[in-house]
C-alpha cells in the first residue's frame, strides 16, 4: 500500500484526474459553483474581513514594535512553567483567542522569523495558540445556532480548557533540539513606527487574500460534493462504522462537513439544537478541530518557514476531541435545556448577518479580561519567587 502511495506516477495521474473531475464539476454544477461563490465572497466581505483584519494588523504591530519582548517579560512566569515556551509567546497566546483563526498561528510564525522564539518553541506554539474568537462563538455558535448566550459562554471556556491542556501536552515537543534552536535566536530590535504601521497594513491585507480566497473555495467544495452526492455516500459509510454508537447518516455528514469547514459544519447544527448535548459536543470538535480551510489558512503562512506542522494538525485533532469530552460532561453536571428560540434559529438565512458591533464589543471585553487575568497572575507569582529568594538569602 504504501508502495502504492508513494509511487509518483500514480500520484500525479491521481491528481491530474481529480483536477480533471473538477472541472467536468464546474462545468457540470456551474450554478451551484456560481451561487457558492457569491456566498463565499459575502461572508468573506462581510464578516471575514471586518472581524479579522484589524487583529491581524494588531498583531503584527505588537511583534513589529517590540511590544512582545517587553511582554514576554511579565509573562515568563506563566508560559514557561505551563508550555515550556517563553514569555514573548503570551502574545500569540492572548491574540489567538481575541481574534480568531488564524491570528494566533499567524503571530506565533512571526515570532519566529524575526527570531523572538526558537523552532522548538514555535512549533510547540502551533499546536495550542490557533483558536476561535468570543466574536465567533458567541455571535454565531452561541446566538445563530443555539440562541443561547449560556452555551456559547460554556463553549467558550470549554475551548480555552482544551487548549491550555493541549498546550501543556506539547510542552515537551521537540525537546532534543530546543538547546539548538534557541541558541540561534537573535536580538530583536523594533522598527519605526511608520515601517512597522505600513508593513503591517500591507502584510495583513495580503494575508487577507489568502484567507478570502481559501474561504471561497471551500464553500464552492463543500456544494459541488453535495451536489454530486459524495458527501452523502461518504456518510452513508461511515454509517456504518459508526451505528453502533447511535450516529445515523445526518449526523454523518454534519462531522464531514465541519472536519471539511468549520463555518458550515456549525451552521449544519441549527436544525439540531433540539438535542442540545449532542449537537454542543459535535459544535465542540468542530471549534476545536476547525476544519480544512482553516488548516490550509495557516499552511499558507508555515510555508517557507521551515516549521513542521505535526505538531499543529495533531494539536488541534486533540483539541476537538478534548472540547467534545469536556462538554459532555459539562453538560451532565449543568442541566441544560434548549430554549424555545433555538427551533427559530433555523430562520436565519446566512452568517453574513452577524452584528459586527456586538462581536467586536465582545471581542474587545475578553481582550481586557484576559490580559488582566495575565498580568495578575504574572505578578503573584513574580512576588512569590521575589519573597522565596529573600527568604533563602537571609
Request: proline share 2%.
Amino acid at each position: 500500500m504504501y508502495r502504492l502511495i508513494s509511487n509518483r506516477r500514480l500520484s500525479r495521474g491521481t491528481v491530474l484526474l481529480a483536477l480533471a473531475l473538477s472541472m467536468f464539476a464546474l462545468i457540470y454544477y456551474s450554478d451551484t459553483s456560481a451561487a457558492a461563490a457569491k456566498e463565499g465572497l459575502e461572508l468573506c466581505f462581510n464578516v471575514i474581513i471586518p472581524s479579522l483584519f484589524p487583529f491581524f494588523v494588531m498583531s503584527s504591530l505588537v511583534v513589529e514594535l517590540g511590544f512582545a519582548e517587553k511582554l514576554g517579560r511579565l509573562f515568563e512566569p506563566i508560559m514557561r512553567p505551563l508550555f515550556n515556551v517563553s514569555g514573548v509567546c503570551a502574545a500569540a497566546f492572548v491574540l489567538g483567542f481575541i481574534g480568531g483563526y488564524p491570528v494566533g498561528a499567524k503571530t506565533a510564525i512571526a515570532l519566529y522569523k524575526n527570531g523572538s522564539i526558537g523552532k522548538s518553541e514555535a512549533e510547540r506554539l502551533l499546536s495550542f495558540c490557533n483558536n476561535s474568537g468570543p466574536a465567533f462563538i458567541f455571535g454565531v455558535v452561541g446566538a445563530g445556532i443555539f440562541s443561547s448566550s449560556l452555551v456559547g459562554l460554556l463553549l467558550y471556556c470549554v475551548h480555552m480548557l482544551a487548549s491550555v491542556i493541549v498546550g501543556i501536552i506539547f510542552r515537551g515537543w521537540g525537546k532534543t533540539s530546543a538547546k539548538k534552536s534557541s541558541a540561534r535566536r537573535v536580538r530583536v530590535t523594533a522598527v519605526s513606527y511608520s515601517t512597522a504601521f505600513t508593513q503591517s497594513v500591507t502584510g495583513s491585507f495580503s494575508s487577507m487574500l489568502n484567507i478570502c480566497a481559501f474561504v471561497v473555495l471551500f464553500t464552492v467544495i463543500i456544494k459541488l460534493l453535495f451536489a454530486a452526492g459524495i458527501i452523502s455516500w461518504l456518510a452513508g459509510a461511515l454509517e456504518t462504522l459508526l451505528a453502533p454508537i447511535g450516529i445515523d447518516q445526518i449526523w454523518c455528514e454534519r462531522v464531514l462537513i465541519g472536519i471539511i469547514e468549520l463555518t458550515s459544519g456549525v451552521w449544519s447544527l441549527q436544525s439540531a439544537a433540539v438535542r442540545l448535548g449532542s449537537a454542543m459536543a459535535m459544535a465542540a470538535f468542530m471549534l476545536g478541530w476547525a476544519g480544512l480551510s482553516i488548516h490550509c489558512q495557516v499552511l499558507s503562512f508555515v510555508s517557507g518557514s521551515g516549521l513542521s506542522v505535526k505538531s499543529y494538525i495533531l494539536g488541534k485533532l486533540l483539541h476537538g476531541v478534548f472540547s467534545a469530552v469536556l462538554i459532555g460532561a459539562a453538560t451532565k453536571l449543568f442541566s441544560l435545556r434548549a430554549p424555545v428560540a433555538s427551533y427559530l434559529a433555523g430562520q436565519v438565512e446566512s452568517i453574513a448577518s452577524l452584528d459586527f458591533k456586538t462581536a467586536l464589543r465582545i471581542s474587545s471585553v475578553f481582550a481586557f479580561i484576559i490580559l488582566l487575568s495575565f498580568s495578575i497572575l504574572s505578578i503573584v507569582i513574580c512576588r512569590k519567587k521575589y519573597r522565596t529568594l529573600n527568604k533563602n538569602s537571609v
